[in-house]
């Protein structure tokens, strides 16, 4: 295990020795303390390892994630995990805005609240949060799946393509073409699986679920004269 | 006067001014259709241009260049600002983002083709990297767009460079479309979305607002690609003053300003002709923000919108920017809107040289068209040569000026080797009215 001190160092020292994992992985776990908020933490990774960052970490921490498992023993800022391809990353406190923004895969856990546009243009990802969302969360969010275990803001899923959304508690308001739709078995199975992977106890049948309503996926656009 | 208008004339007919033909005829088509002309290209209204500056050669005040033997330098290095690894092109015309999905396979490798030839960049678009073109361009610019399609650290890595989109000059404050009946199998899955919906791209970004947000966003790219490449901003021309030194402050490498005659593959009308500014005009107001910042030429600003010969591609370097980017004259050079396709131009209602429905993926040149049988009719290789070829020109006819002008490199001309014709063209770009020395807004 590897111990990085960012205030000894910088993020750039950090990032490039997780980066050189990519090359050759002569280390599986980092440590990392006292990030104070700093930006862009363990962005960019391309490697099967573990970071633990103890403190708060600021916008885009994990940005763009491939392999490695990321865990934030605090809060983080926007853009949390943003564009993340595959593994994991936690968030043990909250996190703020456009938390798993175009994520194509792997799996995000906010173990707290998260912000507005939690899971925005969302492209294949599955987004876990333990508390609220904020307004326009999955605003065109594309694929994958958003699983709220408290309530979400207004405006959730506003122009929604293919993402489907789980929320327990209640929904301030619906964006425009999504819909709430019938929890059939399949879903239940499919949210079952990914609470047990977040690690949180919930009843999926105390779930509703909500998708696009798909009227907005054409325009009529035969207007050549 | 056209002939028609002479018969018109001869018959005591006259036109309107205002409700001409054109206007009229869009009068009736919102009326039948109920929605608004959705159309490709850029904007065809005639707004102060390149053509109203002229360049004033050497005579007894100024010393020319032999024309055709001594040097004059087109080399241009883009990025020097923070990249480990700045872009150097042989010729200061770049190639512009245009996306796969938007053209075929086949065009987005001519295009790669040509500019290899040539020695200089092409550019992704809002639809990700095809191995085809990432195969074929030496020297490729990333785009980093609001919709995020395709958009993985893989491919971030094997760039040249990266473009952060922020508008373009087509319709700057808009964001992308491609509607369903381009969305084939392959289009589909590199966008994550299914196949035939219509993909209404973003307009702004996911996860950053503003400008201070913005420069963590260019810091996290950085820092994913170990600050190797450089990194643009591009912008649609609107508040271009402030645009650049926002940009600048943010940490772009490399500013890249689309005037309004930038061309689109889709969007609505009355954006393309309605919103933005010329060309022209924005050139000295980012020139200005650089100078300003004490960043002119140490962050390079390439400049597109309407740029069709050498003599644009001089008046641009000559205006303060370091290269320009070209989008439709490259279409047209690989064969867009080519008079050998006249006939199959009017069977789908339009006429070779005003094809512009882009979206509907039925172009008979094969270029912006999914359709597999249209798409063949453009022969990569043939397309590439074609294409270098135009870029040889555009590089020799910007040379033969500058030469003229006394100047061994592209970059040393200058706006005082400029004038203007117009009133309106002196008082964007800032240069006299030719005959005096009367800058508008600036002399008296």
């Keep these: 295990m590897k111990t990085i001190d960012i205030a000894a160092g910088s993020v750039r020292e950090l990032n490039q020795a997780l980066h050189d994992q990519a090359e050759h992985c002569s280390e599986r776990e980092f440590v990392v303390t006292n990030p104070k908020g700093a930006h862009n933490i363990a962005c960019g990774l391309d490697a099967s390892v573990a970071v633990d960052i103890h403190g708060h970490a600021g916008y885009f921490c994990a940005g763009m994630n491939k392999s490695a498992s990321v865990t934030v023993h605090g809060n983080a800022g926007p853009g949390l995990a943003e564009n993340m391809m595959s593994g994991s990353v936690r968030v043990k406190g909250d996190a703020s805005a456009a938390a798993g923004a175009t994520a194509h895969g792997g799996l995000l856990v906010i173990d707290g609240n998260a912000g507005s546009r939690c899971g925005i243009s969302l492209k294949g990802a599955d987004i876990v949060v333990g508390g609220n969302v904020g307004h326009m969360s999955c605003f065109m969010a594309q694929a994958g799946t958003l699983v709220v275990c408290g309530d979400a803001g207004e405006a959730l899923g506003d122009s929604l393509y293919e993402t489907r959304i789980y929320v327990k508690g209640s929904v301030k308001s619906l964006g425009a073409d999504c819909v709430e739709k019938e929890m059939r078995e399949e879903h239940l199975t499919e949210l079952t699986e990914l609470l047990n992977r977040a690690g949180f106890d919930d009843n999926p049948a105390d779930f509703k679920r909500y998708g696009s309503a798909r009227e907005l996926y054409n325009f009529k656009i035969d207007n050549a004269y | ?444």
């Design chain 2, 1 to 444: 006067m056209s002939e028609e208008q002479d018969l018109n004339v001869q018959d005591g007919l006259r036109e309107s001014a205002t409700f001409d033909r054109v206007t009229m005829n869009e009068i009736r088509r919102a009326a039948e259709t109920g929605i608004y002309d959705i159309r490709g290209f850029g904007a065809k209204r005639k707004v102060p241009h390149f053509d109203d500056l002229l360049f004033l050669g050497a005579s007894m005040s100024r010393y020319p260049l032999e024309g055709y033997r001594e040097a004059c330098n087109t080399q241009v290095t883009l990025g020097t600002r923070f990249a480990k690894k700045p872009v150097v092109i042989d010729t200061p015309v770049t190639i512009a983002g245009m996306s796969f999905g938007a053209l075929s396979a086949n065009a987005k490798e001519a295009l790669g083709r040509g500019a290899s030839a040539a020695g200089t960049s092409t550019t992704t678009g809002d639809g990700g990297m095809t191995p085809e073109e990432r195969g074929q361009s030496s020297k490729l610019v990333y785009q980093y767009l609001p919709s995020r399609y395709g958009m993985n650290p893989d491919d971030l890595r094997k760039a040249d460079a990266i473009e952060v989109v922020l508008g373009q000059g087509a319709k700057p404050g808009g964001g992308g479309m491609l509607l369903g009946q381009k969305i084939t199998d392959r289009v589909a899955e590199m966008r994550t979305l299914p196949k035939g919906v219509d993909q209404r791209s973003a307009c702004r970004h996911p996860d950053w607002t503003g400008p201070d947000d913005l420069a963590i966003k260019i810091q996290e790219l950085r820092e994913i690609t170990d600050w190797r490449v450089p990194i643009y901003i591009k912008v649609g021309a609107t508040r271009t003053y402030y645009d650049t030194k926002l940009a600048v402050k943010a940490g772009a490498d490399v500013i890249v300003v689309d005037g309004m005659q930038g061309g689109t593959a889709a969007t609505q009308e009355v954006f393309i002709e309605h919103v933005g500014v010329p060309t022209l005009a924005a050139i000295p107001q980012a020139v200005q923000a650089l100078q300003e910042m004490g960043m002119h030429r140490e962050v390079q600003l390439i400049v597109s919108g309407g740029i069709r010969n050498g003599a644009d591609v001089a008046k641009c370097m000559a205006l303060g920017a370091d290269a320009v980017a070209i989008g439709t004259a490259a279409l047209v050079a690989l064969g867009c809107n080519h008079p050998k396709w006249d006939n199959d131009f009017k069977k789908i209602g339009s006429a070779a040289g005003f094809y512009d429905d882009y979206h509907e993926g039925k172009d008979p040149a094969g270029i912006s068209t999914q359709d597999p049988e249209l798409a063949q009719r453009l022969d990569p290789v043939e397309g590439g040569r074609r294409l270098a070829n135009y870029l040889r020109v555009l590089t020799l006819e910007a040379q033969t000026l500058a030469r003229a002008c006394g100047k061994n490199d592209l970059r040393n001309l200058e706006p005082e080797d400029l004038v203007a014709l117009t009133v309106e063209s002196a008082a964007m770009a800032r240069v006299p009215l030719a005959g005096t020395n009367w800058v508008p807004g600036q002399s008296f």
